[in-house]
């Protein structure tokens, strides 16, 4: 009774930021969230990249997703695949820093029409990384609610052109895939990021390709600090 009357005087979301800092308490959890703090994979990728065995990798992913840091989507490419992506209100303080130097961040989507249109022009306006996008099956024209999504929020749009991969692509580039179908379709590119963002074209809503926005600014907020030109005195 004595516990649960000081329980009850705790502050608001004192016992929520317990089960986090309880979940990172253990170095192979905290593996698990330092790689997925820039981009989404799959468990079998985590498991490799980590060394991991499948059932106690599939033992730290349920606790991780029980403290409400790590959650699960399933591939819009392969569905029998999920992806595991972090939700960032649950670290809110975990920043990146200094994390990587490339001389140029290329956004791919199976088209180029959106999303990595998208990504493009955030990147554009909040580093001074150059950067690019292209598609692996890029679609004629960029899709019309992603020029005006871009407008809604002070970017234009309006001269961007789609672009193969293979002529946009040079050596040392980061790539960063925005949608599933273009990280499965990369399996040779082993040095990418993958953000695993819903295809709002699916849809074709002005509040999906909105919400696609919202979930690129997160995650280019996120990369941006992490990012060095590759020119630059250590």
């Not at 820039?38 to 468990?43: K, V, Y």
Request: charged fraction near 25%; hydrophobic fraction near 40%.
């Amino acid at each position: 009774m004595i516990i649960e009357s000081m329980i009850a005087d705790w502050p608001s979301g004192t016992a929520d930021r317990a089960r986090v800092h309880a979940a990172l308490g253990e170095p192979a959890r905290l593996a698990v969230v330092d790689l997925l703090l820039l981009g989404d994979a799959s468990p079998g990728e985590v498991g490799r990249r980590l060394g991991l065995p499948g059932n106690l990798l599939a033992h730290h992913v349920k606790l991780l997703e029980q403290a409400g840091i790590v959650r699960r989507s399933r591939s819009e490419g392969d569905r029998r695949r999920t992806y595991l992506r972090l939700r960032t209100a649950a670290l809110a303080d975990l920043v990146p820093t200094g994390v990587r130097r490339a001389p140029r961040v290329v956004f791919v989507c199976s088209r180029n029409s959106a999303r990595s249109q998208l990504a493009a022009a955030l990147w554009h306006r909040r580093s001074r990384v150059p950067t690019a996008s292209a598609g692996t099956r890029p679609a004629d024209r960029v899709h019309p609610l992603a020029v005006a999504t871009a407008r809604a929020h002070g970017l234009s749009l309006t001269r961007a052109r789609t672009h193969h991969l293979r002529d946009v692509l040079r050596p040392d580039d980061l790539v960063v895939a925005v949608c599933d179908s273009a990280h499965e379709e990369l399996a040779d590119h082993d040095d990418r990021l993958h953000w695993s963002v819903p295809d709002p074209a699916a849809a074709g809503t002005p509040d999906a390709f909105d919400a696609a926005y919202r979930d690129l600014a997160d995650r280019v907020d996120r990369l941006v600090p992490a990012v060095h030109p590759a020119t630059e005195d250590s």
